[in-house]
């Protein structure tokens, strides 16, 4: 199936041939992170290993580092310490440009040992750069492919995996067209630890996409894209007026109303107007 994924707004990705989901590069980065390492820094052995497995350990005295990211992407660029002490200095006004042919770039941020130390936790949206608050915020979005003015939106907040546990940064997708909540569909909210989790989330938005455009919306059963039309909603009104007594509704009756008030759609809102949201399910 070959289908076209088209961003609402941001940066323009390129894709596998073989499958618009994944994510192969892109033609604008941020630079969040410039630094050099260097031997007798902590975990330098361990740091340089994936150099020495791809025969690129060729400077002895260290390595300059920059590290690049996009919506859905990340790379790791290594080079000379003089390379990057120079970019620095020359991007004190933001502008400077750097050569990668001098050195060797990798796709994503490494991990693992000395890694996990040496990269601190860094969000797409920034306070620093305008964001209602550091990993708050909107990541990209999609047109579907099916529903007319509906999006697939990636967004970066703050949430509870419980209601008795402490809020913390989190990403995850939500589609405007089925309104499901993701916490509900297991392994669809990650913690917002880095790009590789916000490239995750946005790869299952895609997944999401695709699946719509295959199977339609909740045509057949086997779509991703499956709004319930307020069956649970109108389920759980029911129990409220048997064992209250009453005659109105407790919840919204349908899923729009309710993602709105209460769900996904109610963050997205608040984000798109720059307001900071409750953290959600806390």
């Known amino acids: 199936m070959r289908l076209k994924i088209t961003n609402t707004y941001g940066t323009t990705h390129n894709v596998s041939k073989t499958n618009p989901a994944h994510v192969t590069s892109c ?19 361990d740091m340089v290993e994936m150099l020495k497995d791809n025969g690129h350990d060729t400077r002895p005295e260290g390595y300059g580092l920059i590290f690049l990211e996009s919506e859905e992407f990340s790379a790791t660029y290594f080079g000379s ?29 490494p991990h693992g040992k000395g890694w ?8 797409w949206n920034v306070k620093a750069r305008g964001a209602i608050a550091d990993g708050v915020g909107l990541v990209t979005a999609f047109q579907h492919p099916v529903t007319p003015n509906a999006e697939v939106i990636v967004y970066e907040f703050e949430g509870a995996w419980t209601p008795r546990t402490e809020p913390t940064q989190m990403v995850t997708y939500h589609c405007t067209a089925c309104h499901q909540d993701t916490f ?48 649970m909603l109108r389920v759980v009104n029911a ?32 984000l798109r107007a720059g307001v900071r949201p409750p953290a959600y399910r806390t």
């Not at 996990?116 to 969000?123: A, T």
């Not at 129990?239 to 963050?267: E, F, H, Q, V």
């Open 27 to 45: 033609d604008y980065y941020r630079l969040p992170l410039v630094g050099t390492i260097a031997p007798g820094n902590p975990g330098y052995e």
């Open 81 to 109: 310490i003089e390379q990057i002490e120079k970019y620095k200095r020359e991007n004190v006004d933001g502008t400077a440009t750097f050569d990668a042919q001098q050195g060797v770039v990798y796709a994503k941020w």
């Open 116 to 123: 996990d130390e040496f990269l601190p936790r860094v969000f």
């Open 184 to 231: 509900h569909d297991s392994g669809h909210v990650h913690e917002n630890t880095g790009p590789d989790l916000r490239r995750w989330a946005a790869r299952q938005a895609r997944q999401h996409i695709i699946s719509a455009a295959k199977h339609g919306v909740n045509r057949d059963g086997h779509s991703q894209c499956r709004p319930n039309g307020g069956e």
């Open 239 to 270: 129990l409220a007026r048997d064992m209250w007594g009453t005659t109105g509704n407790t919840l919204p009756d349908t899923d729009d109303a309710y993602c709105a008030t209460k769900g996904p759609c109610s963050i997205i809102r608040e």
